[in-house]
């Protein structure tokens, strides 16, 4: 089975490499090709078994200013990668997120609950997610996740890790709730359903649990060695952003009871996992 994984130089993207490296994989990235334009797409796929896109906006903010440059990569570039997926035959892994919907849940939303996105981030990511549903009907697996964290790159833990050596103190919101996502568990989990050739359709990949970003650090600073009680709770107001952040973003998991397969863990088992294998000792 021979897979692509576009966006490969990302978080995702580069522990997608790691968790393939004893396959036939190539990865391809911005460098190599123009999402937005089909022609380049076909231009890199051709023969291939699995396709992953991992390529896209994820500027939240810039978003809001620039709905029409993340529309042409969320939505127009979802659509291509699914039709050439349809000429050559091939299952396509969507990634998509949780700010499809609108937050304002207090259970956990399901694989089939309505989508109301309240930032064009997430207006652009729901407008891919119909078009690979549009285009690659029987051969489509959408993946939504959230709060993602890796080794590669940018991201939460790396930011309070860097601030608990220079901070003698930090606030952090505590009603945003959600589920952080090691990417290596999300490798595994994508791994897994393409080899369980599971049916088509939506799922969500997130750990299992939740937290909120104030309990997150908290647990954090622990793994660290630190005094929890240095991280101080806040709200949403403290931190004005230009797009909306879901307050509630736990994802259910219910479709993967019904396909054979676990959820991705319990996120602190995950992060205790993450410190252990030194997945941040590069910050």
Not at 35 to 47: A, G, K, P, Q, Y
Not at 175 to 195: C, E, F, R, S, Y
Request: aromatic letters at 10%; a negative charge; glycine letters at 8%.
């Amino acid at each position: 089975m021979k897979w692509a994984v576009l966006g490969h130089a990302g978080m995702l993207g580069q522990d997608l490499m790691l968790g393939l490296s004893d396959r036939d994989v190539l990865g391809f990235d911005r460098a190599e090709f123009d999402i937005t334009n089909i022609e380049s797409v076909r231009s890199i796929l051709s023969d291939f078994d699995v396709v992953v896109n991992c390529a896209a906006w994820t500027a939240v903010d810039d978003a809001e200013v620039n709905e029409a440059a993340a529309l042409a990569i969320n939505g127009t570039g979802p659509a291509n990668v699914a039709q050439v997926c349809s000429e050559i035959g091939a299952k396509l892994v969507h990634i998509s997120t949780d700010y499809v919907f609108s937050g304002d849940a207090d259970v956990p939303y399901a694989e089939n609950e309505i989508t109301q996105p309240k930032s064009a981030y997430g207006r652009t990511k729901l407008a891919g997610e119909n078009a690979v549903r549009e285009f690659l009907p029987k051969e489509h697996y959408i993946v939504r996740t959230a709060w993602l964290y890796g080794q590669y790159g940018p991201n939460f833990i790396k930011t309070m890790i860097d601030l608990e050596k220079t901070k003698d103190a930090i606030s952090v919101v505590a009603d945003q709730i959600g589920q952080p996502t090691w990417t290596k568990d999300l490798v595994t989990q994508i791994i897994a359903m393409i080899d369980a050739q599971i049916p088509s359709g939506t799922y969500h990949a997130t750990s299992s649990g939740q937290t909120s970003w104030f309990g997150l650090t908290q647990r954090i600073f622990e793994l660290l060695g630190a005094d929890p009680n240095r991280v101080l709770p806040t709200d949403s107001a403290a931190f004005p952003r230009p797009a909306p952040r879901p307050a509630y973003s736990v994802l259910g998991h219910e479709k993967w009871a019904q396909v054979g397969l676990n959820p991705i863990r319990d996120w602190n088992d995950a992060l205790t996992a993450a410190f252990a294998e030194g997945a941040f000792r590069a910050s």
